[in-house]
C-alpha cells in the first residue's frame, strides 16, 4: 500500500500510512447509508463498514441507526464482550478526530470518556451485571399468586363482583408479566441468551399475548433512538403515535404531507383522547402481535422456529383466557371482566411507559448525532420517585434512565446505578430528571393539552 498524506491545510483528511487506513470524522459522517451511501460505525476509534450486515443482524436494520456516527457507548450497551470477535470481518480503518478541536475540549471530552467507562467498571467490580436467580425467582412467585388470586376472586364471588375484582387483578398480572418478560428479553437473567428467550415466550406470549419478535423489533428501536423523531432506521417508535397523539412538532416538521393531512381535530383535543387511547392500547399491541406473525419470516428474531414457537404460545394465551372467563356464570359479567382487564391492562402499563419519556427532551436525528449516546438517554429519560409502591408498581422502570443506559442490568442493580449515575450527571451538567408517577402523568397531560391549544 503506497502511503499518502494525512494531513492538509491544516485538517486530517482520510488517507492511509504504511498499510493503516486513516478514516475523518467528515468522511465517517459521510457513510450514513442515505441517499446510497455505505454505512459505516464507529467503536472504540475503529471505523466499521455494516452496509450488507442488515439482513443478518439479530436487531436487524437497527444497526443503521448510528451509521455515520460514533456508536461506541450504544453498541455497549446492547452487546456482551464476546461480540467484539465478530468486529475485524468489518473492519475498514481507524477514526481520526477533527484538529478543530481545541486542546481544552480534547482533555474535557477525554474525562468524560473516562468517567463513562469508570460507571460501568464500577458496576462491574461489585458485580451488578450478575442477575440473583432467587430474586427473580421470587419475582415469578408472586406474580403467580397474582394470578391465582385473580381466579379465586372469580370462582368465589361470581357474577359482576367476581368479575371486577378478578379483571383488576388479571390485569395486574400482565402488567407484571409485561416487566418480567421485559427484563429477561434484556437479557438481564441469564448469561445463556437462548433461556432468556424461553422466559420471553413464557412471560411475553403466553401469559400477556404479546408477540416476543414483535415487542423486540420495536423496543431495540426504541432504546438505539430515543425520542428521536427520524433516522435511517426510522427512528423511535414509541412516539411515532400519529394520527392519534403528536408529541412535538419535530415528528411532522418540513413534512408537507403529514402537515395537509394532520388531523386537527384530534390534536386539538388529544388531552381528551390520552386515557381511552390507553385504554384500548393492549388491544392495539394484541393485533400488531398477530399483524407480526403474518408477515415473512424474520431471519434476525429467530427465522421460523421462532414464528411456529410464537404462534403457539400465544394461541395457549388466548385458549387459556376463554377458559378464565368462561368460569363466570353470566354473560353480561364476561363481558365486565373483558372490559376492565383488557383497558387496565393498556393503562396499567401506559402510565408507567408515558413518564419514562414523553414530556422529555426530543431530537431530530441531526441533534442526535451531535449528542453522546449517555447524554441521549439522560436529557430523554425521566425517572418515576423510587418510593417502595413505585418501585413494585413500574417494575423496576422507576430507574428508567439508568436501565437505558446499562439495559443487561438487571433490576435489582438499578438502585445501585442510580447513585453512580446521579453523581455522573452532576459532575459533568447534565440534568437528570424524577418525577412521582402522578406528577410525571400530570407533566404528560400538560404537554398534550399545550401542543393541542397551538393547532
Given amino acids: 500500500m503506497t502511503p499518502t498524506t494525512v494531513q492538509r491545510k491544516g485538517a486530517i483528511t482520510t488517507g492511509t500510512l504504511g498499510n493503516k487506513r486513516f478514516i475523518t470524522e ?25 452496509s450488507s450486515f442488515g439482513e443478518e443482524h439479530p436487531g436487524g436494520t437497527i444497526i443503521f441507526t448510528h451509521a455515520g456516527k460514533d456508536a461506541t457507548d ?19 480503518g481507524d477514526l481520526v478526530k477533527d484538529s478543530r478541536v481545541t486542546p481544552l475540549d480534547a482533555q474535557k471530552e477525554a474525562e468524560y470518556r473516562q468517567d463513562i467507562i469508570a460507571m460501568k467498571s464500577e458496576l462491574m467490580k461489585a458485580r451488578a451485571f450478575e442477575s440473583s436467580k432467587l430474586y427473580y425467582a421470587f419475582k415469578i412467585a408472586t406474580n403467580l399468586a397474582i394470578f391465582a388470586a385473580a381466579v379465586a376472586a372469580i370462582l368465589v364471588f361470581n357474577g359482576i363482583v367476581g368479575a371486577v375484582i378478578g379483571g383488576v ?19 438481564q437473567v ?16 403466553i401469559w400477556q399475548g404479546f408477540s416476543t419478535s414483535w415487542w423486540k423489533t420495536k423496543h431495540n428501536h426504541h432504546h438505539a433512538s430515543t425520542n428521536v423523531v427520524h433516522t435511517q432506521a426510522g427512528g423511535d417508535p414509541d412516539i411515532m403515535t400519529m394520527p392519534f397523539l403528536l408529541w412535538s412538532e419535530k415528528i411532522i416538521e418540513g413534512d408537507a404531507e403529514d402537515l395537509k393531512d394532520l388531523p386537527k381535530f384530534m390534536v386539538r383535543y388529544q388531552k381528551f383522547f390520552y386515557l381511552p387511547l390507553n385504554a384500548a392500547a393492549r388491544i392495539s399491541w394484541l393485533l400488531q402481535s398477530i399483524l407480526f406473525q403474518l408477515e415473512p419470516v424474520h431471519r434476525y428474531v429467530g427465522g421460523l422456529p421462532m414464528k411456529i414457537a410464537e404462534i403457539s404460545s ?6 387459556s383466557l376463554v377458559l378464565i372467563t368462561s368460569l363466570l356464570e353470566t354473560t353480561s359479567s364476561r363481558i365486565v371482566f373483558q372490559l376492565i382487564c383488557q383497558s387496565l391492562g393498556g393503562i396499567f402499563l401506559a402510565v408507567i411507559f408515558t413518564v419514562g419519556h414523553y414530556a422529555m427532551e426530543i431530537f431530530t436525528s441531526e441533534e442526535m448525532s451531535d449528542t453522546d449516546f449517555v447524554r441521549l438517554q439522560v436529557r430523554s429519560t425521566r425517572n418515576i420517585t423510587p418510593t417502595v409502591f413505585n418501585k413494585w408498581f413500574s417494575g423496576g422502570l422507576a430507574y428508567q434512565v439508568e436501565h437505558h443506559i446499562w439495559p443487561t442490568l438487571p433490576r435489582h442493580s438499578l438502585p445501585l446505578a442510580s447513585k453512580i449515575l446521579k453523581r455522573f450527571c452532576s459532575k459533568h451538567n447534565i440534568p437528570y430528571t424524577v418525577k412521582g408517577l402522578i406528577e410525571g402523568n400530570l407533566a404528560v397531560f400538560k404537554l398534550l393539552s399545550q401542543i393541542g391549544e397551538r393547532f
Fill in 314 to 319: 400465544m394461541a395457549v394465551h388466548y385458549v
Fill in 26 to 50: 467528515t468522511e465517517l459522517k459521510k457513510h450514513n447509508g442515505t441517499n446510497g451511501s455505505q454505512s459505516w460505525i464507529a467503536i472504540k476509534n475503529r471505523v466499521y463498514d455494516v
Fill in 169 to 187: 387483578l388479571i390485569a395486574l398480572f400482565w402488567q407484571q408479566s409485561a416487566f418480567l418478560a421485559h427484563d429477561f428479553l434484556h437479557h
Fill in 74 to 92: 450504544v453498541f455497549s450497551a446492547f452487546h456482551p464482550a464476546s461480540v467484539h470477535k465478530w468486529l475485524p470481518r468489518f473492519y475498514i
Fill in 190 to 205: 441469564f448469561t445463556n441468551r437462548s433461556y432468556n428467550n424461553l422466559g420471553g415466550l413464557l412471560f411475553g406470549n
